[in-house]
């Protein structure tokens, strides 16, 4: 065995918090890990949002963010005490010996600069390469990543590449400087299916044919089972588990880890259509102001009262676009929406008043769809006094009616946003919806935000209200899991059009369209292979063709 590449003994990290109404103090949210990881070998770390995962991985580069402070323990690179090293040191570990991947590509590249100006930029910094050999590796590391025209991509600008291409070239990024080991924070999360298994299939051919180490932070385990060799699982700042991926997936002995394991649980029964449709979308479609072509390609599907339809297809495939025309953000260019019967107006602000009402929407972002500034109780509250003009003691009453019905109960009006959790958030935002008593609710991605057991938490609780209340919901989502657990009828849209409509069992029953097969292949399973297993099959298929 080999001197580990990386060895933390005994790793604590503390905070400041600043609790309204309360003298700041420190907390510890991570009590002293302990880990190994060898050259060219890749580490998991998984568990819930909130669990330490990211806070981990950044100390591995002598880094806290964000007011986070490194407080005990000892984290080892190449033999020696990064904690110990002066800043000359740090700044030549950092984009040299280790880099670091972020979860959203789009945010963390300049958008005023060229992507091949930014993937060179660390290697030539820390004297790795010449700008001229730096460019030279950036094209063939394009080129082992699976890009697009390797040699001119680089000189496009970050908004003129996919999510997954930026993704990708983030990789290279980090993959530039030939460094021993680089952090991978959630590089897929925020990817449809089809497009994720492209940029972990890319990263894993990286990572085993230039030898680095890797760190892999994720919330999915069945994603990380597919490129790990060991797993270490987090909770709350300690350490839950820590084995191989065989042992941690096929015999988790802690109870959380096993409750990982069989998350999405989720048995719900397909419903039959009763009574008239709640919504209707007749040949709809539609095109962006100030562009001559359309986004969406006459798109015919109807919800029933009490039903789920799912909405599903990668990014840019016309989910959201569809959303937004329907609660008339985006005018149809042709085609009509009925809903509850009666025809809406193509622009939300000339509906009535009900027509608002009794349409609602979810936002996949919490974080950015509640005002930061008011408690739970005023976000709550907002829409029982706009539709039905409640005050005092009658308002306050059914908002604490509306968090017992999504089990957040009492202690909660006056709270603000920052003090929730991920999953809470989302709740508050579900109970602003209902505080309206819509007829439907469009989901847009509520849960792709969420880990794994806090979404399932969710999936549950939109479901009993769902039996309870009699709303009918358009779900939209990437997640084909999250399809099968609740949707009674599925919309599959590509490129702006209705690739396959029908009930559950229709949709999810082969024989099936090329696009549907992709897509529902591309849902990682919880097993060993998975991954080379799914390439495997696509590379003799394009052979065969």
């Known amino acids: ?297 006459d798109v015919n599907v109807e919800l029933y009262p009490g039903q789920t339809l799912a909405v599903v297809g990668e990014s840019g495939s016309g989910k959201s676009t569809l959303a937004r025309v329907i609660t008339g953000l985006l005018p149809p260019r042709e085609g009509k929406i009925l809903f509850d019967g009666r025809e809406l107006t193509p622009d939300q602000p000339s509906r009535p008043v009900e027509d608002l009402r009794e349409l609602q929407m979810i936002y996949q972002m919490a974080d950015v769809a509640m005002n930061p500034r008011q408690t739970v109780g005023t976000i709550i509250g907002r829409p029982l006094e706009f539709y039905f003009g409640l005050k005092g003691a009658e308002k306050q009453r059914r908002i604490q009616e509306l968090l017992d019905e999504i089990e957040l109960g009492s202690g909660f009006q006056d709270r603000y946003p920052a003090e929730l959790s991920g999953g809470q958030k989302q709740r508050v935002c579900i109970a602003r919806a209902l505080a309206a008593k819509p007829k439907l609710i469009i989901c847009d991605e509520v849960t792709s935000a969420l880990d794994p057991l806090v979404a399932d938490g969710i999936l549950k609780l939109l479901l009993d209200l769902q039996a309870r209340e009699g709303v009918a919901y358009l779900f939209i989502t990437h997640d084909l899991a999250t399809v099968k657990a609740i949707s009674d009828s599925i919309a599959v849209m590509y490129q702006g059009r209705v690739q396959r409509y029908g009930t559950k069992t229709e949709v999810l029953s082969p024989p099936f369209d090329d696009y549907t097969d992709l897509l529902l292949s591309s849902v990682p399973e919880m097993k060993l292979g998975w991954l080379e297993e799914v390439i495997a099959t696509r590379k003799m298929e394009s052979a065969g063709n």
């Not at 580069?61 to 990064?82: L, P, Q, S």
């Not at 590509?105 to 390469?129: D, L, R, T, Y």
């Not at 999360?189 to 030898?211: P, S």
């Open 1 to 297: 065995m080999t001197e580990p590449l990386v060895k933390v003994r005994g790793l604590k990290i503390g905070a400041t918090v600043y609790p309204p109404g309360e003298k700041p103090h420190d907390i510890e949210i991570v009590h002293g890990v302990d880990f190994d990881l060898q050259p060219g070998k890749v580490l998991g770390l998984i568990g819930e949002s909130g669990a330490g995962k990211s806070t981990i991985g950044l100390a591995a580069m002598a880094y806290g963010r964000g007011g986070v402070k490194i407080t005990g323990g000892e984290v080892w690179v190449n033999g020696r005490d990064i904690l110990q090293a002066g800043v000359g040191d740090v700044r030549k570990l950092r984009g040299g010996e280790v880099t670091y991947v972020s979860q959203s590509a789009a945010a963390s590249f300049n958008p005023a600069k060229q992507i091949m100006e930014q993937v060179i930029e660390a290697a030539v910094f820390q004297g790795k390469f010449s700008k001229k050999e730096a460019e030279e590796r950036g094209v063939e590391l394009f080129r082992k990543l699976g890009l697009p025209d390797p040699e001119n991509i680089g000189k496009r600008y970050p908004h003129q590449v996919s999510g997954g291409q930026l993704q990708r070239c983030m990789t290279a990024l980090a993959l530039c400087p030939e460094p021993d080991l680089v952090v991978f924070d959630e590089p897929t999360t925020a990817l449809d299916v089809t497009t994720q298994i492209d940029v972990l299939a890319a990263i894993k051919e990286a990572i085993r044919d230039t030898g680095v180490a890797a760190l892999y932070i994720t919330h999915d385990l069945a994603v990380v089972a597919q490129v790990s060799d060991d797993i270490m699982v987090l909770r709350m700042g300690n350490t839950v588990e820590y084995g191989s991926v065989d042992q941690i997936i096929n015999n988790p002995q802690e109870e959380y880890t096993q409750a990982l394991v069989s998350v999405r649980t989720i048995d719900h029964p397909e419903k039959k259509p009763t009574g008239d449709p709640v919504l209707q979308c007749e040949h709809i479609t539609a095109r962006y102001k100030g562009t001559n072509f359309d986004v969406l390609h």
